[in-house]
């Protein structure tokens, strides 16, 4: 599998500020994702991040509080804006379709980012 | 209804036993399922990946789907301690551009030794 990795690991915001969480891969990928995992809840897809274009959100996921940006085929931001406690999860990257992996449909996980909102 | 529906648990069974985890589903379109290891503070990690009915294995784990019921399961043999975290189950309509996976929410496991 790819070495996913996301910055910061961990964070406690202030409400009204903004986070911009780093998504690397260690190898091209096709699609990347962001999800979502609040206490118990199903991990949630917010969005798409769509290479030189603008990613695809998930119903209930607007891109002015969830801007993403994927520059290349290795790297992925998501920013959480004017953030609320409501906002406090895990928010983890995936990937899907590593180049040269026989299995092409697997998808995998980056450890995640703890954001805590006060 | 949820499109996934899997029991959250908590489970507890001592080290040894079988493990059966479950998710029903209602969508019929979804043709790809997964499960997913994970474990506190951690991002999930990708166990098992089946495409068809029937049983998949990988070592002491044994995946089944039963399309037809929308059912799928994860075995589990000779359990471990450190087979304890968090299994979700996922699935998909399609493997193609549009790959969005639906998860459970997750059973927490504990084995005990």
């Known amino acids: 599998s790819a070495v996913i990795s996301q910055k910061p690991s961990r964070d406690i915001c202030q409400r009204g500020t903004s986070l911009t969480i780093q998504c690397q891969v260690d190898?091209?990928?096709?699609?990347m994702f962001w999800y979502r995992q609040q206490p118990g809840q199903s991990l949630t897809l917010i969005a798409t991040?769509?290479?030189?274009?603008?990613?695809?959100?998930e119903s209930g996921f607007v891109i002015d509080k969830f801007p993403i940006s994927r520059p290349n085929l290795t790297f992925s931001t998501l920013t959480v804006s004017n953030m609320s406690p409501e906002d406090s999860s895990i928010y983890l990257c995936?990937?899907?379709?590593?180049?040269?992996?026989?299995?092409?449909?697997?998808?995998?996980f980056g450890p995640g980012t703890r954001l805590t909102v006060l | 209804q949820k499109e996934v529906e899997q029991d959250p648990g908590p489970l507890s069974v001592p080290e040894g036993a079988i493990v059966s985890l479950n998710c029903t589903y209602s969508?019929?379109?979804?043709?790809?399922f997964m499960w997913y290891r994970q474990y506190s503070r951690k991002g999930p990690e990708l166990l098992m990946y089946?495409?068809?009915?029937g049983n998949k294995e990988d070592g002491r784990f044994t995946a089944q789907v039963d399309k037809s019921s929308k059912y799928i399961s994860l075995f589990i043999r000779d359990s471990q301690p450190s087979d304890s975290a968090t299994y979700l189950c996922?699935?998909?309509?399609?493997?193609?551009?549009?790959?969005?996976?639906?998860f459970g929410k997750g059973t927490l496991l504990t084995v005990n030794p």
């Open positions: 995936s990937v899907h379709g590593l180049a040269g992996r026989r299995s092409y449909n697997e998808q995998f």
């Open positions: 996922a699935m998909t309509e399609s493997g193609g551009s549009n790959y969005k996976l639906t």
């Open positions: 089946t495409y068809s009915s």
């Open positions: 190898s091209q990928v096709t699609m």
């Open positions: 991040a769509n290479q030189g274009s603008e990613a695809t959100y």
């Open positions: 969508n019929s379109a979804f043709q790809y």
